[in-house]
């Protein structure tokens, strides 16, 4: 389970830095501006695409954390 929470520090470790990238120009992100630049084009591109595997990334811990509860912690609790 300490390696999925390493796995998800270094997502959003990757997800800070973009959005610092982003917080420094904010018109990158602005969907009005029809003359992006291929470089806004790609920042976008990838905050959603780190942001969509933190959240995959999670999902998937959570339902480790489920399974070992049910399987372990439950256990323990109530013998």
Known sequence: YLLHI???????TELIKI?????ENPSIID????????????VKKEVLEISKNCVE???????????FYEINIKKILYE
Do not use: A, C, G
Request: glycine content about 0%.
């Open 6 to 12: 390493s796995k998800f520090r270094q997502l959003s």
């Open 19 to 23: 959005m610092e990238k982003v917080k």
């Open 31 to 42: 969907s009005k501006d029809k003359q992006q630049s291929l470089w806004s084009k790609e």
């Open 57 to 67: 990334h999670e999902k998937y811990m959570n339902d480790i954390f489920r399974k």
